[in-house]
């Protein structure tokens, strides 16, 4: 993806231009549709500093560059296959080290005689705007492109810049899948005859599983005795088949946990360890409540209203104050099973064009592809088209319900975390009484977490090193 960059500037000035490629990641933004609304086009200030901020279409988002600890590799899907259930074609498009994780924001205006606020920032020596960090529309579904940035070295004291992007989700022919699986929990081969990798993996998630790989056999399993007690839930000197099950999950999302933190830092203005619904309404939509004749105001208290829905759904005992782990299910509903219905009715809300409560043949094919050109439709459009009627419609009456719909966006899918977890027992479990005691688990260290040794053990096995 290519982008193409203007600015203004004094032509005795010289600049040099070099081409960097940067993976960029936003959250606050749960449609899609706003990537191909806004036609590519969007507006980057300040790439060279720590903050830098950008406009696509009618949202905003600031960011921090962040340490990628190792190469981004990027792929691109080749052709759909007629096959439905084919694997993807991949083909290696570009790979970078440099990565900006891009937050929502809302800018006000400041007034004369203010002091700018916390992320303030002079665009063209004409306007300061001050930035309130929002989770925004929708929770916190992130989505991330690769860009082609043109990088200026200016002798003036500041420079603004359009890129316009050509996304390949804006493409007519690229296909949104809004069907939510669940991931693997490595990417690892799971033989344990030739490795524990996947299982160190699964059980510590991928990050951590680096880290124990440098500790001694000793500090292994010091270590995880540490963490068998905080699996141990109801403290009862057992860990069972569904308590190893929540920890694997735990560790495989610990990604949302870390977004929940930040988050969660911006939100609880009072610091009394809980976010209320007004500390959350003044951060996201502060600016529109203070100026009633804001631009987009309508828009903006519709989604003001819709979060406001999900965050009483979150609200377990109903004081609208959210906990961490309330506030953890507002941000990532997907993740938890009480907010299954306001995933399905959301996703029913955004494709539902007549409001007739339901999704028909013409809006479900709608909302993922935008007819463009000739008119002739790919292939797997044709397919889409049979699955609605074969699948998806289960009762025949052209319409998708809420409970179809939930079939189709919250699939059964296999849960990798269970037969990780009864695998782990079965492997430990040395008296056979179907859970697990501390002794039993450090006992097989090197089947959970590992080590130094145990991998240059499995090297010489393997030969390896020869």
């Given at each position: 993806?290519?982008?193409?960059?203007?600015?203004?500037?004094d032509?005795?000035?010289?600049?040099?231009?070099?081409?960097?490629?940067?993976?960029?990641?936003l959250?606050?933004?749960?449609?899609?549709?706003?990537?191909?609304?806004?036609?590519?086009?969007?507006?980057?200030?300040?790439?060279?500093?720590?903050?830098?901020?950008?406009?696509?279409?009618?949202?905003?988002f600031?960011?921090?560059?962040?340490?990628?600890?190792?190469?981004?590799?990027?792929?691109?899907?080749?052709?759909?296959?007629?096959?439905?259930?084919?694997?993807?074609?991949?083909?290696?498009?570009?790979?970078?080290?440099k990565?900006?994780m891009?937050?929502?924001?809302?800018?006000?205006e400041?007034?004369?005689?203010?002091?700018?606020?916390?992320?303030?920032?002079?665009?063209?020596?004409?306007?300061?705007?001050s930035?309130?960090?929002?989770?925004?529309?929708?929770g916190?579904h992130?989505?991330?492109?690769?860009?082609?940035?043109?990088?200026?070295?200016?002798?003036?004291?500041?420079?603004?810049?359009?890129?316009c992007?050509?996304y390949?989700?804006?493409?007519?022919?690229?296909?949104?899948?809004r069907?939510?699986?669940?991931?693997?929990?490595?990417?690892?081969?799971?033989?344990?005859?030739?490795?524990?990798?996947?299982?160190?993996?699964?059980?510590?998630?991928e990050?951590?599983?680096?880290?124990?790989?440098?500790?001694?056999?000793?500090?292994?399993k010091?270590?995880?005795?540490?963490?068998?007690?905080?699996?141990?839930?109801?403290?009862?000197?057992?860990v069972?088949?569904?308590e190893?099950?929540?920890?694997?999950?735990?560790?495989?999302?610990r990604?949302?946990?870390?977004?929940?933190?930040?988050?969660?830092?911006?939100?609880?203005?009072?610091g009394?360890?809980?976010?209320?619904?007004?500390?959350?309404?003044?951060?996201?939509?502060?600016?529109?409540?203070?100026?009633?004749?804001?631009?987009?105001?309508?828009?903006?208290?519709?989604?003001?209203?819709?979060?406001e829905?999900?965050?009483?759904?979150?609200?377990?005992?109903?004081?609208?104050?959210?906990?961490?782990?309330?506030?953890?299910?507002?941000l990532?509903?997907e993740?938890?099973?009480?907010?299954?219905?306001?995933?399905?009715?959301?996703?029913?809300?955004?494709?539902?064009?007549?409001?007739?409560?339901?999704?028909?043949?013409?809006?479900?094919?709608?909302?993922m592809?935008?007819?463009?050109?000739d008119?002739?439709?790919?292939?797997?459009?044709?397919?889409?088209?049979?699955?609605?009627?074969?699948?998806?419609?289960?009762?025949?009456?052209?319409?998708?319900?809420?409970?179809?719909?939930?079939d189709w966006?919250?699939?059964?899918?296999?849960?990798?975390?269970?037969a990780?977890?009864?695998?782990?027992?079965?492997?430990?479990?040395a008296?056979?009484?179907?859970?697990?005691?501390?002794?039993?688990?450090?006992?097989?260290?090197?089947?959970?977490?590992?080590?130094?040794?145990?991998?240059?053990?499995?090297?010489?096995?393997?030969?390896?090193?020869?």
């Open positions: 993806m290519r982008c193409s960059s203007t600015l203004t500037v032509m005795e000035d010289e600049w040099e231009e070099e081409e960097q490629l940067v993976v960029v990641e959250s606050g933004i749960i449609n899609n549709d706003f990537l191909s609304k806004s036609r590519g086009t969007c507006k980057i200030l300040d790439i060279d500093s720590d903050r830098p901020m950008m406009q696509v279409g009618q949202y905003v600031a960011g921090e560059y962040e340490d990628a600890l190792g190469t981004c590799v990027l792929f691109e899907e080749g052709p759909q296959k007629e096959q439905a259930d084919s694997v993807p074609d991949l083909k290696y498009m570009c790979h970078t080290v990565k900006l891009m937050q929502r924001i809302f800018l006000t400041r007034k004369e005689g203010e002091t700018s606020a916390v992320g303030s920032s002079d665009v063209g020596g004409q306007r300061d705007s930035c309130q960090t929002s989770q925004g529309e929708m916190n992130q989505h991330r492109r690769c860009w082609h940035i043109n990088r200026m070295e200016l002798r003036p004291f500041f420079m603004c810049f359009a890129l992007v050509v390949a989700t804006s493409k007519p022919t690229e296909k949104k899948d069907v939510h699986h669940d991931e693997p929990l490595s990417n690892k081969e799971h033989d344990d005859g030739e490795s524990f990798d996947y299982d160190h993996e699964a059980f510590l998630g990050e951590e599983a680096k880290t124990f790989d440098q500790l001694t056999p000793e500090e292994s010091e270590r995880l005795g540490m963490l068998v007690e905080r699996i141990d839930e109801d403290k009862d000197g057992y069972t088949a569904e190893m099950k929540k920890w694997i999950k735990h560790a495989q999302k990604w949302i946990y870390d977004d929940v933190e930040r988050q969660w830092k911006t939100h609880d203005l009072n009394d360890n809980f976010v209320s619904w007004e500390e959350y309404k003044n951060v996201t939509y502060g600016y529109i409540l203070d100026d009633p004749d804001a631009d987009d105001g309508i828009s903006y208290r519709q989604m003001m209203a819709r979060d829905r999900r965050f009483k759904m979150a609200d377990e005992d109903n004081d609208l104050k959210a906990n961490k782990e309330e506030f953890t299910a507002f990532h509903p993740e938890y099973d009480n907010m299954k219905d306001i995933v399905v009715l959301e996703t029913m809300e955004d494709i539902d064009k007549n409001g007739d409560g339901l999704i028909d043949l013409n809006e479900y094919i709608g909302d592809y935008n007819q463009e050109g008119g002739s439709e790919p292939e797997w459009v044709k397919t889409e088209r049979e699955q609605f009627s074969e699948f998806r419609d289960k009762n025949k009456d052209g319409k998708m319900d809420k409970e179809e719909t939930r966006i919250l699939p059964n899918d296999y849960d990798h975390a269970e990780e977890a009864k695998h782990l027992l079965y492997e430990s479990d008296d056979k009484d179907g859970r697990l005691t501390k002794a039993e688990i450090v006992d097989k260290y090197d089947l959970f977490v590992g080590s130094q040794a145990t991998d240059f053990g499995e090297a010489l096995t393997r030969h390896d090193e020869f």
